[in-house]
């Protein structure tokens, strides 16, 4: 038998997520950056690209969120997840150009985080739930059973 793993607290494991989704946000704009420094890609394909990074981000926390806290549950565990999101990076906005520019693009960053957080939570549920193993029996078992 295999040794059963001692669960972190659930806000040590929504920090992980937290770390997990803002550490995949700032390597996707950096890559996003170097492509568009490079020309690669034009300045009308950042805003969509953007808006793919900052629900990706969270969409891979909310996953790790539930897989590793299903005390907190699915939706809650996603949730979470997003709602940290979208703070840690409105309180980044305003720390570094001390206003939020929510209407017009910043509205699509903002619904995509959440939605990429609640979307996580959904996908990271394991399906079926808990299932029992059941043995095959062999033809013998099977001919003393009755």
């Not at 038998?1 to 669960?7: C, P, Q, T």
């Not at 969509?48 to 897989?67: D, E, F, K, S």
């Not at 565990?77 to 017009?104: E, F, H, R, S």
């Amino acid at each position: 038998m295999g040794k059963k793993r001692k669960a972190s607290p659930a806000w040590r494991t929504l920090l992980e997520a937290l770390g997990l989704s803002l550490g995949l946000y700032a390597v996707g704009i950096l890559l996003l950056s170097l492509l568009l420094v490079r020309g690669i890609l034009g300045e009308g394909q950042m805003l969509p690209i953007m808006t793919a990074v900052c629900g990706l981000a969270p969409l891979a926390g909310g996953i790790y969120a539930v897989r590793r806290a299903p005390e907190l549950g699915a939706f809650t565990a996603g949730a979470l997840t997003a709602l940290c999101y979208a703070g840690v990076l409105a309180i980044l906005g305003l720390g570094i150009w001390g206003k939020l520019a929510i209407p017009g693009a910043g509205l699509w960053l903002v619904l995509s985080a959440i939605i990429g957080g609640l979307l996580g939570g959904l996908m990271g549920r394991r399906k079926g739930g808990h299932r029992i193993q059941r043995r095959k029996m062999s033809f013998r078992q099977a001919a003393h059973k009755d």
